[in-house]
T-cell receptor, first 116, second 113 residues
Framework: GAVVSQHPSRVICKSGTSVKIECRSLDFQATTMFWYRQFPKQSLMLMATSNEGSKATYEQGVEKDKFLINHASLTLSTLTVTSAHPEDSSFYIC????????????FGPGTRLTVT | GDSVTQMEGPVTLSEEAFLTINCTYTATGYPSLFWYVQYPGEGLQLLLKATKADDKGSNKGFEATYRKETTSFHLEKGSVQVSDSAVYFCALRPTDSWGKLQFGAGTQVVVTP
């Protein structure tokens, strides 16, 4: 089946620094990737939709300048959390969508970000 | 707006017991409905889906029927195994959305031997 990887799986950074999270589709091309945020014991919250070669579309309330998304190729999207603060600590999950009509998103294993 | 409500967990049950996880939704039009499963340390996997009213999705012994009259998509399995221990998410894709998913809060299921 389709596999999506995320790197790193866990990261700890100091307040004020930036962190980049990679999302890769390993065996298929993803025209669209989604980035979600999951708080403990809560649901996934869609942050943004990333289309290859174009600007990401952010959901209401998500700061574009804080969460920079780049989708430079059909197999890679990156999320950069800029000037991170402790409240940005969360579990970030990406998914990849082929856009071919199967209507299935393939999810990565997630990245645990802790900002100290 | 669109929303998904599912029963809170954790749900703890013994092996071979019957499992039901309730899921109801609020949406306009005719959304597609999904159940995803997240095993410990892994990403979400699609378990089953239904794209129109009265459709029944099934996979790995799990079933769910799209009930438009009750706006529900309850997940059931007749005989659970320890390996079914996971977090289960109900989700919908709105009628006018080609990819976006709206998730429920997730229900943790713990199956004991």
């Amino acid at each position: 089946g389709a596999v999506v990887s995320q790197h790193p799986s866990r990261v700890i950074c100091k307040s004020g620094t930036s962190v980049k999270i990679e999302c890769r589709s390993l065996d298929f091309q993803a025209t669209t990737m989604f980035w979600y945020r999951q708080f403990p014991k809560q649901s996934l919250m869609l942050m943004a939709t990333s289309n290859e070669g174009s600007k990401a579309t952010y959901e209401q309330g998500v700061e574009k300048d804080k969460f920079l998304i780049n989708h430079a190729s059909l197999t890679l999207s990156t999320l950069t959390v800029t000037s991170a603060h402790p409240e940005d600590s969360s579990f970030y999950i990406c998914s990849a969508y082929t856009g071919t009509g199967i209507y299935e998103q393939y999810f990565g294993p997630g990245t645990r970000l802790t900002v100290t | 707006g669109d929303s998904v409500t599912q029963m809170e967990g954790p749900v703890t049950l013994s092996e071979e017991a019957f499992l039901t996880i309730n899921c109801t939704y609020t949406a306009t039009g005719y959304p597609s409905l999904f159940w995803y499963v997240q095993y410990p340390g892994e990403g979400l996997q699609l378990l089953l889906k239904a794209t129109k009213a009265d459709d029944k999705g099934s996979n790995k012994g799990f079933e769910a029927t799209y009930r438009k009259e009750t706006t529900s998509f309850h997940l059931e399995k007749g005989s659970v195994q320890v390996s079914d221990s996971a977090v289960y998410f109900c989700a919908l894709r709105p009628t006018d959305s080609w990819g976006k998913l709206q998730f429920g809060a997730g229900t943790q299921v713990v199956v004991t031997p």
